[in-house]
């Protein structure tokens, strides 16, 4: 069955970094999109970061633009998010997502941004 896992949440100050891993198994990963989405306590969930299946064609969100990087290993089944120059508002549950005929996540991880 689909499985994503993520890891690398944590709590980073202001203008920190933190890099966010989903490692994927109970498909062919290199055969999909993947995409990281957030959601802040009282906020709609919302697309951060999309990557295509050869990690040639992403997408991010106005938010976060030219401070993430999504980038993807195929041969490991992961996918990554490079968060840099953090703000407190990126606080949120980010959670990694594939669409395989339905929508299938992980159990997501926590950012927290403060000093």
């Known amino acids: 069955q689909v499985q994503l896992m993520e890891s690398g949440g944590g709590l980073v100050q202001p203008g920190g970094s933190l890099r966010l891993s989903c490692t994927a198994s109970?498909?062919?990963?290199?055969?999909?999109?993947m995409s990281w989405y957030r959601q802040a306590p009282g906020k709609e969930r919302e697309l951060v970061a999309t990557?295509?299946?050869?990690?040639?064609?992403?997408n991010y969100a106005d938010s976060v633009k030219g401070r993430f990087i999504i980038s993807r290993d195929n041969a490991k089944n992961t996918v990554y998010l490079q968060m840099n120059s953090l703000k407190p508002e990126d606080t949120a549950v980010y959670s990694c997502m594939v669409l395989i005929f339905r929508l299938y996540w992980g159990q997501g991880t926590q950012v927290t941004v403060s000093s």
């Open positions: 109970g498909f062919t990963f290199s055969n999909y999109a």
């Open positions: 990557v295509g299946r050869i990690g040639g064609v992403t």
